[in-house]
């Protein structure tokens, strides 16, 4: 042993004992990185591959066509919302809002002075109204929506497309669809890259403090990009790539993979038969037979089967924990409940009911995003639970939790305090595992076409979609990321067991 | 040894019938029938309309409480509305339900019996499990007692990585890669789906190749590994030093002596390896176009056949328990301290 390990090992607890440990074993250290990086792409996703440029500077005579089109209709609903006194009026008239305000910032300084004008009077308008129905009065409210709409006909005949010079705008579409659990997400991401990379330092304990202000921080980053963000981006479907060609001078700065994931070839989407089209310098992984670029959807599927497979994992360790833990401390009626539990839903093949639950579900339960990792979670806790209570049961026989009882303390403090603190280190074994099978099982669930109903793909999808076709393109890259994942999941596993509990082999050497 | 398989036996039925109760439950708590789900698929012109659909409702008891739904999948006695006369019905189908054998029919083809169905479909289903377990079992003993026997030189090693690759391998990604690669057009090297009508023997064998190794990489994987880690464990003890000093042909010890006490935790995961051959066959069977019991409940699942899907999760649960019965059972056989 050497003698940085040696002073490690000294007057320091548990956690820096299986930090040391882990550590020292080669293989276990760099699964880890590997999971962190797989774990990464997929949160990086947005980042790495999007139909939105980061930057873009042009004139969007196309989006300024759209709003004015648009306005017609908009500004009817706020007439109507204003006079009925509706609930959806703050919706329209934002809605409204906006689209005034996108066109104002369009048109050029110098020259549309009429129509800068008349806008400007139709946005006071349109407050006037807002101001009426505020302080609920229905007749000014509707007076003032009268006079919106009457003044309607003479702004869109000057905001006219034809008549106005738009001016170049710059933008930062791509910022702008990064939702807070996005930014959490990268937070949290980062914060445990850092402090595995300084987990050298753990030794001084404080390891839980250090994870709950990552956590605390990530929340607070999430919720406070979503407030600073908080202007809804009307024109989320606007083909980015069109609009900014359309101007010869515009100018964009793109991702690195400039293609969203549902983002269809429309030019090959009418040719017939449907054919998919390998890698390329252009399309690094291929696409699909829609002309979808293969690697930004195989990036997002990748967000899809992680956040399933983590979501679930949380729920299964800390329900099967608890379970386990309720069963083997209690004994009694708990214990035996527990335990008829596990024995019938160990009877059933976990794939089979899953697919079969999932799929009688009712349509709005099926869509839900939730539906999947609880399902999986609901079916998956018995092997924890198992594990949890057989520890909990031998370690309630030691020495130390008897004469904890001994020395009086309460029957709560003794379970949560003396047992549960030394029965989990199986639960963390099984970490790995539960957290590769749900991986394994959300992405079967998604081949049989029950996964999660989502506009981004998952890997299971992904690889349906290969079935049957010879493309091999679309089978081989899913199916090697989905591997390395499970790989490396696998072996953090295996370096977590070795760390905790050390085989008969090892020990003996 | 009689005496404990019939307890066994005995034992494994009350569990059986909760899981039915489980299934049953499960499959059929959700809110919603499974009328308005055939009914947003507009997959049945024929339930259509209000009144054939209260008909539906009534003739498949969709209209009672879950408890009379059970006891009528259940059985014996058949509670629809054409049951038995008890239970107010016309008497045309006195007896029906699980006890009598009887696992409903399909909502969209009445008159085809979800039982004869599945037994139909096991015919193809069992045989390719089997030889999948078969080969598995036969190719993972063998090289986890090879690793064991070398411990630690470069053969074993790279045994061990590769069982370990297996080990992670999704078997819907490698059955597709398979598929797609081996399917190439002008490469006709083996068929890649199942033919379709009547094919010969010879036809069906051959595709039954990529199925069957399908089936059976993840026993291989599974299986050599334990045997590997309870081969070294048993080498260790020291009666194998004894046996050993008594000058035992080495053959004789590890195939003989050693493989048996190391086969006894090989019996225990007979339990887990079954249920994860169905759950396997269900995708399998999907990839390769195999008219089994998994494309049933695939398809069932597609069509929302509550009926379909309830009997095909109840015959796999059927399968599982009954591996952990033979696991039970082989213990017992090899071990004469677990035999009462």
């Known amino acids: 042993m050497t003698e940085e390990q040696d002073t490690a090992q000294l007057g320091c607890g548990p956690w820096a004992r299986f930090v040391t440990a882990f550590r020292s074993s080669r293989t276990s250290r760099t699964a880890l990185w590997a999971l962190l990086a797989a774990v990464g792409l997929a949160v990086l996703a947005p980042w790495i591959a999007n139909e939105r440029p980061y930057y873009a500077r042009f004139r969007d005579s196309q989006g300024y066509g759209e709003a004015w089109t648009l306005i017609t209709p908009i500004a009817q609903a706020v007439g109507r919302e204003a006079r009925g006194g509706g609930t959806g009026f703050a919706r329209e008239a934002n809605a409204l809002r906006d689209r005034l305000e996108f066109m104002s910032a369009s048109l050029g300084e110098q020259e549309n002075g009429a129509a800068r004008a008349s806008l400007d009077e139709y946005l006071a308008q349109l407050s006037a109204v807002e101001a009426a129905v505020a302080v609920s009065d229905p007749i000014t409210a509707q007076e003032r929506s009268a006079e919106l709409l009457r003044l309607l006909a003479p702004l869109l005949g000057r905001l006219e497309p034809t008549a106005v010079q738009l001016q170049a705008r710059a933008s930062w579409p791509l910022f702008a669809s990064i939702s807070g659990v996005d930014i959490a997400m990268l937070a949290l991401w980062i914060g445990v890259g850092i402090l595995v990379r300084g987990s050298r330092r753990w030794h001084a304990g404080g390891s839980r403090t250090r994870l709950i202000a990552l956590c605390l921080f990530a929340l607070a980053a999430g919720f406070g990009w979503h407030w600073a963000s908080g202007s809804a981006e009307h024109s989320n479907s606007v083909a980015w790539k069109e609009r900014i060609t359309a101007d010869p001078d515009g100018r964009a700065v793109f991702a690195l993979i400039a293609y969203g994931p549902g983002e269809t070839d429309l030019s090959r989407a009418l040719e017939s038969p449907l054919v998919s089209e390998g890698p390329s310098g252009l399309h690094w992984c291929g696409t699909d037979a829609l002309g979808r670029d293969q690697l930004a959807r195989l990036l997002y599927a990748g967000r899809t089967s992680f956040a399933v497979a983590f979501l679930a994992a949380t729920v299964i360790l800390t329900l099967g924990a608890a379970l386990g833990l309720a069963a083997g401390a209690l004994r009694g009626a708990a214990d035996a409940v527990v335990l008829r539990a596990i024995e019938l839903l160990a009877a059933f093949p976990t794939l089979v009911l899953l697919v079969g639950l999932v799929a009688l579900l009712p349509r709005d339960l099926a869509d839900s995003p939730w539906t999947l990792p609880l399902a999986i979670a609901a079916l998956g806790w018995t092997h924890v639970a198992r594990l949890a209570r057989a520890e909990v049961l031998r370690v309630s026989s030691l020495g130390f939790v008897q004469a904890a009882t001994a020395a009086g303390f309460s029957r709560s403090r003794v379970i949560l305090r003396h047992v549960l603190p030394n029965s989990l280190s199986p639960v963390w074994i099984a970490a790995s595992f539960v957290l590769s099978a749900n991986l394994v099982l959300e992405s079967a669930a998604a081949f049989l076409g029950f996964g999660v109903q989502h506009p981004a793909p998952s890997f299971g999808a992904l690889l349906s979609e290969a079935r049957a076709t010879q493309s091999w393109w679309l089978a081989l890259f899913p199916g090697l990321w989905l591997f390395a994942a499970i790989l490396s999941i696998h072996l953090v596993g295996e370096g977590v067991r070795e760390a905790l509990a050390p085989r008969r082999e090892e020990r003996a050497r | ?340």
């Open chain 2, 1 to 340: 040894m009689f005496a404990f398989g019939l307890k066994r036996i005995a034992w494994m039925l009350p569990t059986l019938l909760a899981a039915t109760f489980v299934a049953f439950a499960l499959l059929h708590l959700a809110p919603g029938t499974p009328i308005d789900l055939i009914g947003d698929g507009a997959e049945n012109a024929a339930v259509a309309d209000s009144a054939s659909v209260a008909r539906f409702r009534t003739q498949h008891l969709l209209d009672q409480p879950l408890w009379r739904q059970y006891l009528d999948y259940l059985g014996p006695f058949d509670l629809s509305p054409r049951g038995h006369a008890w239970f107010g019905g016309s008497g045309e189908t006195p007896y029906g339900g699980l006890l009598v054998g009887d696992l409903g029919t399909e909502y969209l083809r009445p008159g085809v019996h979800v039982g004869t169905q599945i037994a139909e479909r096991l015919s193809i289903t069992l045989p390719l499990m089997l030889l999948g377990l078969l080969l598995g079992y036969a190719v993972g003993i063998p090289l986890g007692v090879f690793g064991a026997t070398r411990r630690g030189s470069s053969v074993d090693r790279a045994l061990t990585l590769s069982t370990f690759l297996l080990y992670s391998l999704p078997v819907f990604w490698i059955a597709v890669q398979l598929q797609s690669v081996l399917g190439r057009q002008g490469l006709d090297l083996i068929p890649v789906l199942w033919p379709s009508g009547d094919a010969s023997a010879g036809q069906i064998a051959a595709s039954a190749v990529l199925p069957v190794l399908c089936a059976a990489y993840g026993v291989v994987a599974y299986v050599s590994r334990q045997t590997r880690a309870s081969m070294i464990e048993v080498l260790e003890s020291d009666w194998i030093v004894a046996l050993r000093a008594r000058g035992i042909s080495e053959q004789r010890l590890v195939w003989r002596h050693g493989l048996r006490n190391a086969a006894l935790p090989l019996c225990v995961h007979l339990g887990q390896v079954i249920p994860a051959l169905v759950a396997g066959s269900v995708l399998i069977e999907t990839i390769f176009d195999i008219p089994g019991m998994g494309t049933y409940l695939h398809g069932g699942l597609l069509r929302r056949e509550y009926d379909v899907v309830t009997g095909v999760v109840l015959v796999s649960a059927c399968f599982a328990c009954l591996g952990l019965l033979l696991s039970d059972l082989l213990q017992a056989l090899l071990d004469p301290r677990i035999r009462p």
